[in-house]
């Protein structure tokens, strides 16, 4: 069923109005009609069943919570060195999709790509309506934020359980233990830092671990830069919500 | 350093002649020169350090043997029902990148694009050649195939320790741990179905499980068809790889 998101808390019994974006999509794209249900996530992190009641403008009646548990155990935020526009985007998609909580985009010393501060909004604005459409595709509960920072080793403000920086040189080394580590030693949250396409500068990493990162290979190979946070992401799943049935 | 692939077996102290795509790409993009060094990878996965001794026609000395055990712990081959021209770039790519033996693409019953069979040999062409440039830079000792499969159910046919299929329904009702059952239970290799967007149909399914494939969710989260085959990859390394060094 179509998933779509509300910007409110909702609760079981409600009738609320949806904003038109919502209403264009589900109306005109997908030609729903009064009567027809969908499913819209709230902004707790809670998913109902709605069922429309009129269509002009799209207002529907909130009927059975049908929350479920997919959202990854560790919130994860990625901080990326910027790529050329089409990667952003396929990041910023996969990602969703992958259960990220935080996508931000950094300017570094070696990236082949820079934003200037003043289009950053423009550039966020079309990245977190991907994450939108991404999130509603893969069912999610929430939507990612999507985020710009000037400067990457400005993550060493970041505050988490554990913070890793991907280093290509860790996955050179054979060092392929830290990743592991980390995500068993995370209780709720884990950041980590992404080079741009031209790596990570050696003052960058320096500043990074000087705050509390530490450096981590992602497996043996080497991945292109816009797929270092697919693995993690994916990683963290594997690592974390696989084993549950047992 | 670059990698390039050669399609014999190589020795240290053997002088060999490269292809003219080697040749144009170290030569003409790259501007190597007499002396300059790069690495090569030959057809037994084993990778050398070799130094240029003329340009034209590129000829090289091999010298010391730098293999690395860079190649996932599991064969794992996809067999992806077909999507749109971008989307099977797009995972051969990042397939390669993430470690697969194999990659097939299938015609299934409810796809949304199909191959015409006569049409295939040169879309193999081209993603095979995207296989190869994915796997020089991310350092694999060996290049995954890439072939075609006239109908999804073919994959009965294929030989593994553990057969799996990707399947939504499992993933919704919340079945996590078939996965991980799986690439526990592999001894030496894994075969994976990927259904194409539309989905995979009942009698498909009904196909492959009579064939040995069990059905498995990957993770609580709907990925897109593009999406899932990273997903398996990158878990199948966080599973294998990741906790050697403890």
Chains 1, 2 share one sequence.
């Not at 009567?35 to 009641?53: K, P, R, W």
């Not at 403008?57 to 901080?79: F, S």
């Not at 200037?116 to 423009?122: I, L, T, V």
């Amino acid at each position: 069923m179509q998933r779509y998101f509300y910007k409110q808390p909702l609760a079981t019994g409600m009738t609320v109005e949806l904003d038109a974006a919502v209403q264009k999509h589900a109306v005109q794209v997908l030609r729903m009609q009064a009567g027809g249900q969908f499913e819209l996530a709230d902004s707790e992190a809670h998913a109902y069943v709605v069922s429309i009641t009129n269509v002009k403008p799209l207002t529907v009646t909130v009927g059975a919570d049908i929350t479920k548990p997919v959202e990854l155990p560790l919130a994860v935020t990625i901080v990326c060195g910027i790529a050329k526009a089409q990667k952003a985007e396929l990041v910023t998609q996969k990602a969703t999709e992958l259960g990220v909580s935080r996508i931000i985009f950094a300017n570094s010393q070696w990236g082949t790509a820079r934003w200037q501060p003043s289009k950053a909004d423009r550039k966020l604005e079309r990245l977190q309506l991907i994450a939108r459409g991404a999130a509603e595709q893969s069912h999610r509960n929430v939507v990612p934020t999507v985020e710009f920072m000037a400067n990457l080793t400005d993550a060493a403000q970041l505050q988490a359980d554990q913070l890793l920086v991907a280093y290509e040189e860790s996955a050179k080394e054979g060092e392929a233990a830290q990743l592991l580590q980390s995500v068993r030693a995370a209780r709720h949250d884990l950041v980590v830092v992404f080079g741009p396409e031209g790596g990570i500068a050696p003052e960058e990493l320096a500043q990074l671990t000087a705050a509390g990162y530490k450096a981590a290979g992602l497996g043996p190979r080497i991945l292109r830069t816009e797929t270092a946070p697919l693995y993690l992401l994916s990683a963290v799943s594997a690592l974390t919500e696989l084993g549950k049935d047992e």
